[in-house]
T-cell receptor, first 115, second 112 residues
Framework: GNSVTQMEGPVTLSEEAFLTINCTYT??????LFWYVQYPGEGLQLLLK?????DKGSNKGFEATYRKETTSFHLEKGSVQVSDSAVYFC??????????????FGTGTLLAVQP | NAGVTQTPKFQVLKTGQSMTLQCAQD?????MSWYRQDPGMGLRLIHY???????DQGEVPNGYNVSRSTTEDFPLRLLSAAPSQTSVYFC???????????FGSGTRLTVV
């Protein structure tokens, strides 16, 4: 079945450091891929997305490229800020043989940025 | 634009009680889903719907029922609450596979 695997946290970085959070997926069809962010005590917000191979999603300085050959969608940011401290979830949405649009999540990665 | 609205925000139940978590969206989205979030386990899909009158089970459906009589509403019913259902519940809606889901702010449920 479809699944998402992302690196375990917590990830602790100093402000202005480079961030990478790894995400790989298994899917039977042609999934769309997403990164969501959850700030403390809040719901999930869509951070960025990519809907086909080689697409690059970007938002707020974060980027991720849909790599079909390595089944990966790693999240990167060149210079993190304290305000980026949150839990980041990788997710995929696959047609699963029909029009289901089920969104499947990884377990999340906690990012803590220290000043 | 309210987006996805969940009520209540907090709830404490006794074991064996039943209740309904409400979810409403005003974006005319076809797809709606319920998730539970537990520490270290990410978000797990409970039930989902691809349109009014159509629902199906997700990864962890036992102990929960749903119905979708209108496009806007997708309530989640706990039939007989158990401590294992203590969790944070999120409702979400989507207009299609390429667009992702919009999430509500969640319901924190404690079963004692």
């Amino acid at each position: 079945g479809n699944s998402v695997t992302q690196m375990e946290g917590p990830v602790t970085l100093s402000e202005e450091a480079f961030l990478t959070i790894n995400c790989t997926y298994t899917a039977t069809g042609y999934p769309s891929l997403f990164w969501y962010v959850q700030y403390p005590g809040e719901g999930l917000q869509l951070l960025l997305k990519a809907t086909k191979a080689d697409d690059k999603g970007s938002n707020k300085g974060f980027e991720a490229t849909y790599r079909k050959e390595t089944t990966s969608f790693h999240l990167e940011k060149g210079s993190v800020q304290v305000s980026d401290s949150a839990v980041y979830f990788c997710a995929l949405s696959d047609r699963d043989g029909g029009a289901t649009n089920k969104l499947i999540f990884g377990t999340g990665t906690l990012l803590a940025v220290q000043p | 634009n309210a987006g996805v609205t969940q009520t209540p925000k907090f709830q404490v139940l006794k074991t064996g009680q039943s209740m309904t978590l409400q979810c409403a969206q005003d974006m005319n989205h076809e797809y709606m889903s319920w998730y539970r979030q537990d520490p270290g386990m990410g978000l797990r899909l409970i039930h989902y719907s691809v349109g009014a009158g159509i629902t199906d089970q997700g990864e962890v459906p036992n102990g929960y029922n749903v119905s979708r009589s209108t496009t806007e509403d997708f309530p989640l019913r706990l039939l007989s609450a158990a401590p294992s259902q203590t969790s944070v519940y999120f409702c979400a809606s989507s207009s299609g596979q390429s667009y992702g889901y919009t999430f509500g702010s969640g319901t924190r449920l404690t079963v004692v």
